[in-house]
Antibody
Framework: QVQLVQSGTEVKKPGASVKVSCKAS????????ISWVRQAPGQGLEWMGWITAYNGDTNYSQKLQGRVTMTTDTSTSTAYMELRSLRSDDTAVYYC??????????????WGQGTLVTVSS | SYELTQPPSVSVSPGQTASITCSGD??????ASWYQQKPGQSPVLVIYQDVKRPSGIPERFSGSNSGNTATLTISGTQAMDEADYYCQAWDSSTAVFGTGTKVTVL
């Protein structure tokens, strides 16, 4: 069965960086992309960007462009999301999500369990 | 940037029908998806391509999309359907989520 397992809770100081991992299993990792979505406490879902696993092409949200980098390691079927220059409003649960089909522009049928990132001095 | 607007809350009695709207410019020209999220859990896809249900999603969940509005309908609402619901669509290679609707089953 398809599973996306994310790394654990992080606590960072303002200005620091965080790197969250998402290990995929149960499907051909290189066939699909991975999107990252975050949710601030008590707020809605915010799409951060996506990466195609087989060639590393990325598309980031305009809001986060320049601060976020998404990568994949096809040897371990793991996707990574690094966010730099952290601010308090980056405090959120970060999710990885797999699209339902290999095509871009589809919905997300599998989600990781979420990783809480807290930014506090 | 493209925006999807939902009502903040919808209340429904058990067994009745709940309708959640999602408004966006010419939303009917693109596919809408819907996600259910319960407290402390990851979102779950309940409707995709406007009207389709993933396997395992009960038949009481249905969707429509026309003009500027997509609608998620929950027929015969059960207590277990109490959750936050988000619509989602794509605009110029960017995924956009709606503002979210809290469904309360009274």
């Amino acid at each position: 069965q398809v599973q996306l397992v994310q790394s654990g809770t992080e606590v960072k100081k303002p200005g620091a960086s965080v790197k969250v991992s998402c290990k995929a299993s149960g499907y051909s990792f290189i066939t699909y992309g991975i999107s990252w979505v975050r949710q601030a406490p008590g707020q809605g879902l915010e799409w951060m960007g996506w990466i195609t696993a087989y060639n590393g092409d990325t598309n980031y949200s305009q809001k986060l462009q320049g601060r976020v980098t998404m990568t994949t390691d096809t040897s371990t079927s793991t996707a990574y999301m690094e966010l730099r220059s952290l601010r308090s409003d980056d405090t959120a649960v970060y999710y990885c999500a797999r699209p339902r089909t290999a095509a871009t522009g589809t919905d997300f049928d599998y989600w990781g369990q979420g990783t809480l990132v807290t930014v506090s001095s | 940037s493209y925006e999807l607007t939902q009502p903040p809350s919808v209340s429904v009695s058990p067994g009745q029908t709940a309708s959640i709207t999602c408004s966006g410019d010419k939303l009917g020209d693109r596919y809408a998806s819907w996600y259910q999220q319960k407290p402390g859990q990851s979102p779950v896809l309940v409707i995709y391509q406007d009207v389709k249900r993933p396997s395992g999603i009960p038949e009481r969940f249905s969707g429509s999309n026309s003009g500027n509005t997509a609608t998620l309908t929950i027929s015969g609402t059960q207590a277990m359907d109490e959750a936050d619901y988000y619509c989602q669509a794509w605009d110029s290679s960017t995924a956009v989520f709606g503002t979210g609707t809290k469904v309360t089953v009274l």
